[in-house]
């Protein structure tokens, strides 16, 4: 049976309200969508392909803007509306020129109460791609046993997962992601993390000289601030491998990103481009790499069209508004700062 769409994604779609400044001094907020697995939807039609969401929205004038945002770029939509629940909502404050602050009004929202049924109607016509990310487990049991079982039914039924970290610290702690993670991990096809996440979905080891690669602070001189190391990271990537994840996908921002498969391990270098707003680039590199996937490129093509994605999710404002369509891929690929296209 041919899947219904390319890729499926599922999660919380909340209302974000942005300010241009400190929030604490007032001022104008602009409203947007924001969401990881939405900004990875958004990004993936665009670039071609068939996409649906799933979710779970209130019964408000919130719930309808991002429905409305979400049909109008194309994508299907497996949603409920829960009249007796919010919408979730978050404000996001530019505090200076380089840190944003978000504030989340999500805690009992509808969005948290994604359920396996919710699950079970949006995988009814397949997928060639479920896309998960670790944000809709930490809002709550409910959500958190959607997701594994999402993530267990999709392999089972062949469908290639795809498993974002996305690690929040204001939802959960690295221990307690760790232990709802892991388990889902061991589902995925593909593991997307940053250098910082990648020991939340890895398998432990008993061997102690793999523990004092992944220590930070066992060498001399070390600085636990780091970050890991070559060596810890790819190491952290070989248990992911050996569990049966075939690809694992290490985002690193400015620095580029990287992925390691049974075959060996590729680099891809950032775009330089004029970053204005870093935030939703991950989300944006996702949905590259994943669009690149379906369209049958190769891993390095894959990084390189993360790259290219991601590059303008940084270097124009907003979670996804920037986010490119096919045709525009190579506006970033050769070009000069400043310039304009005539």
Avoid: C
């Amino acid at each position: 049976m041919t899947a219904a769409v390319d890729l499926l994604t599922l999660g919380e779609s909340m209302v974000s309200l942005r300010s241009g400044g400190p929030l604490s001094a007032g001022g104008s907020l602009s409203m947007h969508v924001a969401g990881a697995e939405s900004n990875v939807a958004v990004g993936v039609a665009r670039l071609g392909h068939g996409v649906s969401w799933a979710g779970v929205v209130g019964s408000d004038p919130h719930g309808q803007f991002i429905l409305r945002q979400l049909r109008s770029e194309g994508i299907g939509l497996h949603h409920r509306e829960d009249a007796a629940r919010s919408t979730g909502v978050m404000f996001l404050e530019q505090r200076t020129a380089d840190v944003s602050r978000a504030y989340y009004y999500r805690s009992g929202s509808a969005g948290s109460t994604l359920s396996i049924p919710d699950v079970d109607a949006a995988l009814r016509d397949g997928a060639r791609v479920l896309h998960l990310t670790g944000i809709t487990a930490a809002l709550g049991p409910e959500a958190r046993r959607a997701v594994e079982y999402a993530a267990e039914r999709a392999a089972g039924e062949g469908i290639l997962v795809s498993l974002d970290v996305n690690y929040r610290a204001k939802l959960w702690s690295r221990d307690e992601a760790r232990a709802a993670l892991a388990p889902i991990a061991r589902h995925a096809t593909i593991v997307i993390a940053s250098e910082d996440e990648l020991d939340l979905v890895a398998p432990p080891t008993s061997d102690p000289g793999a523990e004092l690669i992944l220590d930070p602070g066992a060498g001399p001189g070390e600085d636990p601030a780091a970050g890991l190391s070559d060596a810890a990271e790819a190491l952290l990537a070989k248990r992911l491998l050996e569990q049966g994840v075939r690809e694992v996908v290490v985002k690193r921002g400015a620095a580029g990103a990287g992925a390691y498969t049974a075959d060996g391990q590729w680099e891809v270098p950032a775009v330089p481009v004029t970053s204005i707003d870093t935030v939703g680039a991950g989300d944006a590199f996702t949905a590259g790499y994943l669009s690149a996937l379906l369209d049958g490129e190769d891993v390095a093509g894959r990084l390189q069209r993360g790259a290219l994605a991601g590059a303008f999710a940084v270097s124009t404002a907003g979670d996804w508004e920037g986010l490119p369509r096919t045709g525009e891929l190579a506006l970033l690929g050769n070009h000069v700062a400043g310039s304009t296209q005539r």
